[in-house]
């Protein structure tokens, strides 16, 4: 039987990070993988989430499973979160998963078992990993063009055009903030005529909301999520903790989805069913880290004012490296990597460019060139500029 499997072409991003270990030069920058890190590259535990962590120690009396689709409280605090107080909790069937990789699989399990003829519509670019899971799964997908690699932007109207080709019932996957890989997002404006769109095919949105809070704040980044929201008939949302909470290891997130009241019993129990059909019970311990961060006072005020200093300290990052490549470059055609969001930037570079930097640099990023500006940090911001330069970017 094992004699008939096919070896599998490795992860791009972790083989990277494989190249990047073995790297035996002083001055190697790591801005492959897709993990925060401070100042001295480490990807610390937020103070918050420390002391959540304690309390849960000292408070938990049993290791016996919990809930099939995860706790309530978890799904009541993360819907607030993502949706605002005032959420449509008649509506919501919650979810809770293996990280946002699992919120993202479950829901695309969901729309497969509630119409097997859907299409899923991904920006091009997207997460490789979507496109990963979608292959794997035998789903048909398609993409729409989404970022214009001239201007380092999104292509809107090239978007909407692609998207004019969705029909009902066809899953509309998109981003809810910080765009991986570009770093490009979508104006309100734009979220409301994409909105507008969906109404008029009858196509169901997903969002994957997996940065929230690393771009322009935590109410902010939820803005289009909640517009669509509000709009539409039906919305799925894959939401992941992992960044936001830094428990990256804890595997927590959560697939919201909307519908209408009469079909809210039936929703959650399909749910359920697709957690016991594929890993049963989801883990416990990072939802009840971030319910207790969430739902405490004194907690909540910590662990935002953390992650406000995280989301700002990636802007001065992303300022000082426009700021510099517009000082060797002379000329302002970098200045979008100041107004991209998140972790990411694609700075257009070849294939080619980007091997030249690894090799003569010891600089690491993913071959399209998306780079995680987490990985840099003052020292090694001029290294980046001076190596694009160098290389002809």
């Not at 997460?127 to 990963?132: D, G, Q, T, V």
């Not at 910590?302 to 992650?307: D, H, I, R, T, Y």
């Not at 780079?371 to 090694?380: P, Q």
Request: glycine share 8%; proline share 4%.
């Amino acid at each position: 039987m094992l004699n008939n499997l096919k070896a599998q072409a490795p992860d791009k991003i972790l083989a990277l990070m494989g190249e990047y270990r073995a790297d035996p030069r002083d001055n190697k920058v790591d801005l492959g993988v897709g993990v925060y890190k401070d100042a001295d590259g480490k990807t610390p535990i937020m103070t918050a989430v420390h002391k959540a962590e304690k309390q849960v120690w000292d408070s938990e009396t049993t290791k016996s499973y919990a809930g099939l689709a995860g706790q309530p409280e978890f799904h009541a605090a993360m819907a607030e979160m993502v949706l605002g107080k005032d959420y449509p909790a008649d509506r919501l069937a919650c979810l809770s998963t293996v990280g946002g990789t699992g919120a993202c699989r479950m829901g695309f399990e969901l729309a497969r078992m509630a119409s097997e003829g859907t299409t899923i519509w991904v920006s091009d670019p997207t997460w490789p990993n979507h496109l990963s899971i979608l292959n794997f799964m035998g789903q048909a997908f398609k993409a729409y063009r989404y970022f214009d690699a001239d201007s380092r932007s999104v292509d809107f109207d090239a978007m909407m055009a692609d998207l004019k080709a969705v029909k009902k019932g066809d899953i509309v996957l998109l981003h809810g903030c910080c765009h991986n890989p570009t770093g490009a997002n979508l104006t309100l404006d734009q979220w409301g005529k994409v909105a507008d769109l969906l109404e008029e095919t009858g196509a169901v949105p997903m969002i994957d909301l997996a940065y929230q809070g690393f771009g322009d704040g935590l109410e902010e980044d939820a803005a289009g999520t909640r517009l669509i929201a509000s709009r539409l008939p039906e919305v799925l949302i894959a939401a992941s903790c992992s960044k936001n909470f830094g428990i990256y290891r804890e595997r927590t997130g959560c697939l919201m989805v909307l519908g209408a009241a009469e079909t809210q019993g039936v929703t959650q129990s399909t749910l359920s069913y697709l957690n016991r059909q594929t890993y049963s019970f989801p883990p416990y311990h990072g939802q009840a880290l971030v319910t207790r961060v969430l739902t405490d006072p004194a907690l909540r005020a910590e662990w935002e004012a953390e992650l406000e200093e995280v989301r700002t300290g990636m802007l001065s990052l992303r300022k000082q490296l426009a700021d510099e490549l517009r000082r060797l470059s002379n000329s302002d055609r970098f200045d979008f990597v100041a107004e991209h969001r998140g972790m990411f930037s694609r700075l257009g570079a070849t294939p080619e460019q980007v091997a030249k930097m690894k090799a003569e640099n010891a600089i690491y990023m993913v071959g399209d060139s998306r780079i995680n500006i987490a990985g840099l940090n003052e020292k090694s911001v001029p290294l980046l500029a001076r190596a694009l330069i160098d290389a002809g970017v």
